[in-house]
């Protein structure tokens, strides 16, 4: 899949009606309130190099931040959005889906809040388990971030 095909991806979530209860969806998995794309993955280490899984990363954020580009042109600019602290406060507190989960597979993600549609988008590189698969994900939901 290629930019072009993401960002339809992507605005296609952002109307595309929830669903009741939580399960797969033909872009990854949806909920209630929340659609998580996986744009994009890879295995995982599993039995790979730890280098071929860290040039993986670095190719999959290297394509967040191009859809960072164009979704900043469309929506304005966003900040790296810090997924740690989300993390962290999950300790504390209930975080909501699908922002939980993102937290727990993301290190950081852009974000907007996409006018008209009462709607967030992010897109982050989920990588922090080396023995999972790295993917590119997009997320749209109606629940605004923690």
Known sequence: MDIAQHIALIDELCFRPFPAEHGPSD????GPGHHVAVLRADPGLRDG??????????????????????LSARWGEADLWNLQTVLLRGAEEEIPEPWARLAAGARAAWLWEVEGTGRW????VADRDPDDAVQLLAVVAETAPP
């Not at 872009?27 to 949806?30: E, K, P, V, Y």
């Not at 988008?121 to 982050?124: I, L, R, T």
């Open 121 to 124: 988008v992010a897109v982050a």
């Open 27 to 30: 872009a990854g998995f949806s």
């Open 49 to 70: 190099d730890p280098g071929d899984w860290a040039v993986t990363v670095d190719q999959y954020e290297k394509e967040r931040d191009a859809l960072h580009e164009v």
